[in-house]
């Protein structure tokens, strides 16, 4: 039978003086499953874990019991102490019989003390019929994939080799860069793209534990976090590879504006990577330039704000004041996005240099003229409440960055989700680059639209984040949990009791379910390295086949069992 | 280079500080965390709620605080500053300066008898996320009676523990000092300070904070009475020559979670955001303003006030061009909450003679390794990447 080793805390009488503590400690004596009970000025002070520490070990228990205060309170303090003695915190549980029971019932005493002795019964009966996970232990491949090569893979792929990571570094490309290698000057440093990522590019031709493949797709992605099974499709046929973790960098697309504004009917209307071209071979031949933002952006289909366009048109509009002699740049838009101070103060540039700034409506968006080639843009200025025509021969669409489709297809391979315009969603908004999926990550533009500035930081991040999974040689499946050793444990399928009905899988939001056909049948089984424990298939399981050895439906009924029970 | 395990000091044990030192020591690093404040978590732990999920603000950061707390490689420092930091080959040694706190945060159970005992009513429990929660005594109020002390049960209060002075040698050193507000009295047309009902928004956050005093009531400071309007102000002090130029960059947003959330407690309540650009560029964020765009009960007008000021029979008038109209307007409203003083902190509290290199605009330079919003003014998920991307710096020695 299992051994369990309760302490009560007294915490100075906040506990004791509304909690019987001494008749808890009689009653709970009686039980066989309770080998000792120690009741305790207080757990949570310097000296007390090692005290407590040594009746367990002195006892032989395998489960301990605590009654103190709140995890808001200081059971965490204590629960800490114990594991830095050593003890699994895994086997430990508590009751909050403080802030829980002694404060907010102060007043009354009985009540106070059948919620204290409910929560110790519940307890017990979990320590009395949990039982263990087993874990699995994997080897972590010590090597990395990055898909995508352009500024945040780069900077992605260059920190994993330059912390001591082999990585293999894709692209559908022929060479590494991506867009910024078309972009001439890329805001607000005014650098040419290209010599931006030079040193990354350069590192990546001469750190040996960078292999790049050009013209490479992802056939395939099988496995889990630390030993994903890769099969790449490139020029030379498949190659397999085998991965501790991946990074996803995949970039997105500047929106076509197909009829937009005339665009592909009047000539002179044309994109931001149209006018880079044109700055790339010369300068482009106008008396002045136009920029209407949001092109296709924050509207109905598409309500999101591409960041880039903005400080991309601020930095067009410049170089047409700058560079092309007696010609004039306005922006007409609707919200100026340049958070921050350094894009601030580009705006404010911009405004220094003449760059006309004119606010408009969503409801009124301006109207294009010209007949075969654009000659002027009317506007109403929401500011003035004027309508305001501007003669041009150039017409600018800021149009927004868009969602790759191949960026959703392998986010499917990968078993992470999108957003709903197509971008891959992060985990949460304080693990921006982590995803649900251990050991994948995700940077730049991929995951949503940002500067090359902003999305080579994110490459260095998902480096610095694969290379904290990647440093060690194996890992445990119970370990795969935000919070060391606070995993619960990992659901189990019984395979004798699966009718093989699908729910788990269709319900498990980590993918950890799958169905593998035997025989005749099909029965899940548990990737254990994905589990999470939530006991999401537990609980859609019409057979009880899924369970959570840990929190098992025996320890759940128990509990219950005794929650709103009269005790003696 | 790969198997050189560093010693960093990270400067700040906010989201950018505590997101930095988890990953250094993810990757075998140790790290000294030194914050000025009782407790870690800055700023970001101190908000009622979180934009763009609306959960609460403390919840994801308790985990991270929980493990750098937890983590073998992290020494953290509270109640700490870096008084000098000194180059030595190729190194940096630094002098740290952990104040004595009356009440030993290891050692206070929160049990709340000092409270009861103390004749000035100095002996208060700290905000209400601080983790763990402790009680504090403000010195400066305090009338040196030691009854505190004395019904202490597990003397966690005494009055004469000496600061400590701790030299580290580190290798590399992180800047992630976070942002302070900065006083907007200077700036007469605000009226800042000039009625209780006119506040800036982190003094609103806790106001209407749900584990605050008023438990998420919506109220007036200067009665306790429901107002029945809030006027937000965008670009308070920020994007403003005067005082400071830049976007402060969270403010847009921080204000349509502030009035989304009072129309959600108190409907009534009449909500207006005076706002510039409405600059919401992450991911999600433009629907977030879309609900208000779409009729969700907050209005959004576009325009700066000129003058804001108390009126003799109650309220507060704001005066202000609807630039969509071109009109001249004059409104009167119960509450006033100011958006977008926010400065990054180290020009505010400098390091004598050891700071890092600033920008004209008080921000640190690409000449040393910084995160958050000393960098840059960013959000809780820019400070979160620009921490790990400091933290790959640190670890490869590189800087910028």
């Known amino acids: ?568 | 280079m790969a198997d050189h395990k560093k010693t960093v000091l990270v400067v700040g044990g906010g989201v950018a500080g505590i997101s930095a030192a988890l990953d250094l020591a993810a990757g075998g690093h140790r790290v000294h965390l030194v914050e000025r404040g009782h407790d870690l978590g800055g700023q970001v732990a101190r908000l009622d709620k979180f934009y763009p999920t609306d959960h609460c603000a403390f919840c994801p950061l308790w985990t991270e605080i929980r493990r750098c707390k937890e983590d073998e490689s992290i020494t953290v420092h509270t109640l700490s500053r870096v008084e000098t930091l000194e180059p030595r080959e190729g190194k940096h040694q630094a002098l740290v300066v952990e104040s004595a706190p009356v009440v030993e945060p290891s050692l206070c159970i929160n049990c709340g008898r000092c409270e009861t005992a103390c004749p000035k009513g100095v002996a208060k429990p700290i905000w209400e996320h601080a983790y763990p929660p402790v009680y504090l005594i403000d010195r400066d109020r305090c009338g040196d009676c030691r009854a505190c002390a004395d019904v202490c049960p597990t003397k966690a209060i005494a009055f004469d523990r000496e600061q400590r002075k701790i030299e580290l040698d580190v290798d590399e050193v992180i800047w992630a000092a976070g942002f302070d507000e900065v006083s907007l009295a200077p700036m007469k047309e605000y009226g800042w300070g000039t009625h209780p009902d006119i506040l800036t928004s982190l003094e609103f956050e806790a106001w209407k904070a749900e584990a605050g005093e008023n438990r998420g009531k919506i109220l007036r400071r200067s009665d306790r009475a429901v107002p029945r309007s809030i006027a937000f102000i965008q670009c308070a002090g920020a994007r403003d020559l005067r005082l400071l130029p830049h976007c402060s960059a969270v403010c847009c947003m921080h204000a349509l979670k502030q009035a989304q959330w009072v129309k959600r407690r108190t409907p009534e309540v009449d909500c207006v955001i005076l706002y510039t650009d409405l600059r919401t560029v992450g991911r999600d964020y433009y629907e977030y303003a879309l609900r208000d765009f779409n009729g969700n009960g907050v209005r959004l007008v576009r325009g700066r006030p000129s003058m804001i000021y108390p009126l003799p029979g109650g309220g507060i008038a704001v005066r202000y061009e609807d630039t969509p109209t071109g009109k001249r307007e004059i409104r009167k409203f119960d509450m006033v909450v100011l958006n977008g003083n926010l400065q990054s902190a180290l020009p505010l509290r400098p390091v004598p003679g050891a700071g890092p290199e600033l920008t004209g605009e008080g921000f640190v330079t690409a000449a040393s390794v910084s995160c958050g919003f000393v960098m840059e003014p960013a959000d809780v998920t820019e400070s979160a990447i620009q921490a790990s991307s400091a933290a790959l710096r640190s670890i490869l020695g590189t800087k910028g």
């Open chain 1, 1 to 568: 039978m299992t051994k369990i080793g309760v302490f009560l805390c007294n915490c100075f009488g906040e506990i004791g003086q509304v909690i019987d503590l001494e008749s808890i400690r009689k009653r709970l004596e009686s039980d066989p499953a309770v080998d000792f009970v120690t009741v305790r000025e207080s757990l949570c002070l310097p000296g007390d874990a090692a005290e407590a520490h040594a009746r367990i070990r002195e006892r032989g228990i395998a489960r301990v019991l605590l009654g103190a205060c709140s995890p808001y309170g200081r059971m965490e303090i204590v629960r800490l102490g114990l594991a830095k003695e050593g003890v699994d915190v895994r086997t430990v549980r508590a009751v909050d019989l403080r802030e829980g029971c002694a404060w907010v019932h102060g007043k009354d005493p009985r009540g106070a003390n059948r919620k204290a002795a409910n929560q110790i019964d519940m307890e017990l009966a979990f320590l009395r019929n949990t039982q263990d996970s087993k874990d699995v232990a994997i080897a972590v491949r010590r090597e990395a994939l990055v898909i995508g090569a352009g500024p945040s893979g780069l900077s992605a792929a260059c920190g994993l080799a330059r912390m001591g990571f082999p990585v293999h570094l894709i692209d559908r490309g022929t060479a590494p860069g991506g867009t910024l290698n078309r972009v001439t000057k890329s805001y607000p440093t005014e650098e040419p793209g290209p010599q931006k990522i030079a040193a990354l590019v350069d590192e990546t031709g001469r750190n040996p534990l960078i292999r790049f493949y050009g013209k490479t797709n992802v056939a395939s992605v099988k496995g889990y976090a630390g030993d994903f099974k890769v099969s790449l499709a490139g020029p030379e046929g498949n190659t397999s590879l085998r991965v501790g973790a991946v990074v996803l960098a995949t970039g997105a697309r500047l929106l076509f504006p197909q009829g937009l504004y005339g665009y592909g009917k009047l000539k002179g209307v044309i994109t931001q990577m149209e006018m880079e071209r044109q700055f790339a071979t010369g300068k482009p031949a106008c008396r002045s330039a136009v920029f209407i933002q949001c092109a296709g952006a924050r509207n109905a289909e598409r309500p999101y704000c591409s960041t880039i366009c903005c400080p991309l048109s601020l930095k067009n509009a410049m170089r047409i004041v700058d560079e092309v002699p007696g010609a004039k740049a306005a922006i007409l838009h609707r919200d100026i996005m340049t958070p921050g101070s350094v894009l601030e103060a580009y705006y404010r540039r911009a405004l220094h240099k003449g760059v006309r700034f004119i606010r408009f409506d969503a409801e009124r968006p301006p109207e294009v003229r010209g007949d075969g080639q654009v000659s002027a843009v009317e506007v109403f200025d929401a500011i003035s409440g004027k309508t305001r025509t501007i003669e041009t021969d150039l017409l600018v669409l800021s149009t927004p960055l868009v969602a790759d489709p191949e960026s959703a297809a392998l986010a499917r391979m990968l078993e992470i989700p999108v957003d709903r315009h197509g971008f891959i969603a992060e985990v949460y908004p304080v693990h921006p680059v982590e995803t649900r999926n251990d050991g994948v990550f995700i940077c730049g533009t991929a995951r949503w639209p940002v500067s090359s500035d902003q999305a080579m930081a994110q490459g260095e991040a998902a480096a610095v984040k694969a290379a904290s999974f990647l440093g060690r040689q194996t890992v445990s499946a119970l370990t795969m949990s935000r919070v060391p050793g606070t995993k619960l444990g990992h659901a189990t399928a019984n395979a004798e009791a699966c009718t093989g009905c699908g729910n788990c899988v269709a319900v498990c939001p980590y993918h950890a379910c799958r169905l593998q056909r035997t025989g005749q049948r099909s029965v899940s089984r548990v990737i254990k390295v994905r589990c999470k424990a939530c006991g999401s298939c537990a609980s859609v399981c019409p057979n009880g086949a899924m369970q959570i050895p840990e929190q098992n439906y025996r320890v759940t009924g128990e509990m219950i069992r005794r929650a709103f029970r009269e005790v003696r």
